[in-house]
């Protein structure tokens, strides 16, 4: 059982092999910091890696207070007790709303920041694990529903005012590390930052390439043996973000297994065929909402996605055995293990 979330991607031992100097554009600075309930690491490279990764920690630490639904000060705080009045939000929140919004639409609403109060009910917030009652999963279902959150644009401003009623309550927790890492990743590019990998659970974000030129490798975990993974990916700056049951779950006293990631149709664990599903694309705050969501969607659900929108690739490991690798992956894609590996291409 795990409150603390675990370092899901390999990354910081198999992407930061780089040997450390004391000076010049291999300079390697490290940082290593709990927030939004992971365990983040920050490495920079070059003159500038102290500023970048300061700079990087401000950016996370002000989207962790701006988030947090437990925090009487956050937005989100804000907009779960509004009591169905319009709160005024801006900046990373608005791209979190519209992100949300088009994944909600395109998957049929696998992807669902409405389901906030059975996260809670089932103790994936405090680790208090507990089984809802079918009556407690009902109650709760009736303000579940991103259809019921409303949000415009206001006059001669950047901001947007949401609107939801009473009773309904979100939360960007399928969305707020990945848009960390990406701003992380830009406030270090703001600072002369040139090279970086950022690790945020299982979001890692990279900038640029390596020092020496070459391309980070990120591996996939194994969602079967958490020490080992099912392939490495070579990229230059990419967000990578791998979202599975298996990341955070507790067995009731009947031995059943129930993991945190929730089917907003049911208001239970999702019962996915898919192990982890693994993005890559331009965008860390598109690729969270999309492995949520794709995950939920289970493999052919995933796959339709993935033919009839693109715009990302994908690494799905199967409950059957299977390693789906999409078609823009297929030459930076090592295997390991004894899985089998397929390589889809969309239509």
């Not at 949000?151 to 979100?170: K, Y």
């Not at 055995?321 to 823009?328: E, H, Q, Y």
Request: proline share 3%; net charge negative.
């Amino acid at each position: 059982m795990r409150y603390i979330r675990r370092i899901l991607i390999l990354a910081l031992a198999l992407a930061m092999a780089l040997a450390l100097s004391g000076c010049g554009e291999d300079e390697r600075h490290d940082a290593q910091i709990v927030s939004m309930d992971t365990v983040m690491g920050l490495t920079a490279y070059g003159p500038n890696g102290e500023a970048g990764i300061q700079a990087a920690q401000n950016v996370i630490n002000a989207l962790e207070n701006m988030l947090d639904p437990e925090l009487s000060s956050s937005y989100v705080y804000s907009m779960n007790h509004s009591g169905g009045a319009g709160t005024s939000v801006t900046g990373q929140m608005v791209e979190m709303l519209e992100t949300a919004s088009t994944v909600y639409e395109r998957s049929g609403g696998a992807l669902d920041l409405t389901i906030y109060p059975l996260v809670k009910a089932w103790g994936f917030i405090d680790a208090r694990y507990r089984v809802p009652s079918d009556n407690e999963i009902s109650s709760l279902m009736q303000g579940v529903g991103f259809s019921k959150v409303s949000f415009s644009g206001m006059s001669d401003t950047d901001s947007v005012l949401v609107t939801m009623p009473a009773g309904t309550e979100i939360s960007f927790a399928s969305l707020a590390k990945g848009c960390a890492a990406k701003y992380a990743a830009q406030a270090m590019a703001a600072q002369g930052v040139e090279s970086a990998i950022i690790s945020l659970g299982g979001n890692v974000q990279t900038l640029g390439v390596k020092p020496d030129g070459s391309d980070w490798n990120v591996a996939v975990q194994d969602p079967e043996n958490t020490n080992d993974y099912v392939g490495i990916l070579s990229l230059g700056e990419a967000a990578i973000v791998t979202s599975g049951g298996y990341q955070r779950y507790f067995v009731a006293d009947d031995g059943t297994v129930y993991q945190h990631i929730i089917d907003p149709d049911t208001g239970r664990p999702a019962e996915s065929d898919l192990l982890s599903v693994t993005i890559v694309c331009d965008d860390g705050t598109m690729a969270d909402a999309l492995s949520t969501a794709l995950y939920v969607l289970g493999e052919r659900g995933a796959r339709n996605y993935y033919d009839t929108y693109g715009g990302f690739e994908m690494v799905l490991v199967t409950s059957d055995g299977r390693t789906i690798v999409s078609g823009g992956l297929s030459d930076v894609f090592e295997a390991n293990g004894d899985r089998d590996v397929v390589y889809i291409r969309r239509g």
